[in-house]
């Protein structure tokens, strides 16, 4: 008996499913995961390939133990200086918007101390208001608008601002907010960070572990090549994308299918001037080297289908 319960032991062991837990936040900029968890692209293509014991689980953000783990580029950075980790795949190609109320702003020399600025000051926002003031007032005073910034995550930052009702004349943001603010006529757009490159930003990406890439390279593919399949659904069927987010978040799908369709966002899994943000880090001083593309993401994203090889 003692046997056939040691052997079941090792049957149960060697055919459980193996877990993979991918982190997911619901900002529009990572729709493609949502595409993936609410049609198991990962775990449809994952059969075809001939890996059929697993089990993908989709995880909030804030929670630990993810393989996979979503987030925007700077966070990202910051992560990579100090630990080993690589980024896997972007997630969006888009944009960081400053709208401001108050008509005498035209540029970023024009905020006096009368002025709020809302963005999180741990996100992407921050660090590209700090880009455009390095170009405006030199990389010596980069932080210079810093003492203006009210933190607030970009929900409570639209309500605030556009509310006419609190302290808050501007918003750092990304879509739909930006695109929504800018609905507003007494509501003007003081920069775009496609000024700064018009091929635009990878601003949210997903990475992983050295460990977790090195021991399931296979899964890794899976992934890249389902997101891009995820990215094409979206590109193809707004609509139908708009209703999955709003599913997920609560928005409003007429909104979103407007935002989609505006080209505002874009989805690929290809990186687009990571490196922008981190030869910025460096040169203030938040991370300890300059590096390049290819030692920020895995080899997998530049010899996969997502490349077009």
Not at 15 to 31: D, G, N, P, V, W
Not at 102 to 122: C, G, H, Q
Request: glycine share 2%.
């Amino acid at each position: 008996m003692k046997k056939i319960a040691l052997y079941m032991v090792f049957f149960i062991a060697f055919t459980e499913a193996r877990e993979f837990r991918i982190s997911k936040q619901h900002s529009l900029s990572y729709l493609p995961l949502i595409v993936l968890e609410e049609q198991k692209i990962v775990e449809k293509n994952a059969k075809k390939a001939g890996l059929k014991d697993i089990k993908v689980s989709w995880v909030d953000a804030n929670e630990n133990g993810a393989d996979l783990i979503s987030s925007d580029t700077a966070s990202f950075l910051r992560l990579w200086d100090k630990t080993e980790v690589k980024a896997v795949a972007s997630l969006d190609r888009s944009h960081i918007v400053l709208n401001s109320s108050n008509p005498r702003v035209k540029r970023l020399r024009d905020f006096t101390d009368k002025d709020k600025i809302a963005l999180s000051k741990a996100s992407l926002s921050a660090l590209v208001l700090q880009i455009v003031a390095s170009k405006e007032f030199g990389i010596e005073n980069y932080d210079k608008l810093d003492r203006l910034s009210v933190d607030l995550n970009n929900f409570d930052a639209f309500t605030a601002f556009t509310s006419n009702k609190s302290e808050i004349t501007a918003h750092v943001t990304t879509e739909p907010f930006a695109f929504i603010e800018q609905k507003n006529r007494n509501i003007h757009q003081v920069f775009n960070s496609n000024d700064l490159a018009q091929s635009g930003f990878s601003l949210h990406l997903i990475f992983a572990s050295e460990k977790f890439y090195n021991e399931n390279q296979e899964f890794i593919t899976i992934f890249i090549n389902s997101l891009q399949e995820a990215n094409s659904w979206i590109k193809n069927n707004k609509k139908e994308a708009a209703k999955l987010y709003v599913k997920a978040v609560k928005e409003s799908a007429d909104l979103i299918e407007k935002t989609l369709n505006s080209r505002s966002v874009h989805y690929d899994a290809i990186p687009v001037n990571v490196t922008f943000f981190s030869d910025f880090l460096h040169d203030t001083g938040v991370i300890g080297s300059k590096p390049k593309l290819e030692e920020l993401f895995f080899d997998e994203i530049f010899r996969s289908k997502a490349c077009g090889i």
